[in-house]
């Protein structure tokens, strides 16, 4: 199998040092481990940054700091910033996160934008004024039929690129197949799609995605561990037990 682009998700929004001591949450764990998961394999980094109490956060100041660490630091991975909520930003705090940050690739939840829809457009047209690549994360089927509306009332301007979530802070047995062949079937024709599953069968769930021409992302966002319920001794550990899987199939 030609190996799939790989993205590395190594933070998150929820956990912290108590469910895995090497999580990286400071600027400086953040670039470390980018590094070591870039030499693992990983060809991009979705991005989370937390504020000094370690809690999930949206500051621009830290975003464009660490994105600068991370250009000088590791200039051949691709970096996206995560817009999510957590339960904690509105939408009005996410767009103005997109305006001040002008990433150049963010990831937004479509549900969370459709908390506030009379917004939805002045959110889209925001990245694509300021030029960012924008990756819609889907967890389910409603999310990708008011996706494919967005399109058809012209809400976002482009062919959306997507991100799958298979389970939602639980593991998931259904078919990576018939989930993903199911989610495109209501979308319009994307350029390209992801996708990350939480819990021990994520290398098998990944490398099923690998097989549908999907792309990858993985790390302790999604899981700390491994098929065998083994915890992971860091994120460019599992980055590598992935490549690794995945040249075997």
Known sequence: MIKPFVMVAP????????????????PDEIVSAAGDCFAAGADAI???????????????????????????????????ITTESAGIHSVAEQLDCLRRVRPSWASVSVREVAREEDMAARF??????????????????????????????????????????LGRHHE????????????LSLLPPVPEWMLCAFGRQEHQRLCEAAALGGGLRVGFENSLVDANGRKHGSNAESVRALVRKLGEN
Not at 13 to 22: L, M, S, T, V
Not at 172 to 183: A, F, G, H, K, Q
């Open 11 to 26: 933070t998150g929004a929820r956990r912290g040092k108590a469910d895995h001591p090497a999580l990286p949450v400071t």
């Open 46 to 80: 979705h991005l989370h940054v937390r504020d000094e109490d370690g809690a999930h956060t949206l500051d621009a100041g830290l975003y464009r700091e660490v994105l600068a660490e991370l250009s000088r630091a590791v200039p051949g991975m691709r970096v996206q």
């Open 124 to 165: 889209y047209n925001t990245c694509g004024d300021n030029g960012a690549e924008i990756q819609h994360i889907l967890y389910d089927e409603g999310d990708a039929r008011l996706l494919a509306r967005w399109v058809r009332e012209g809400i976002l301007p482009d062919a959306p690129s997507v991100l799958f979530v």
């Open 172 to 183: 998931t047995n259904e078919p990576t197949r018939d989930i993903v062949t199911s989610l």
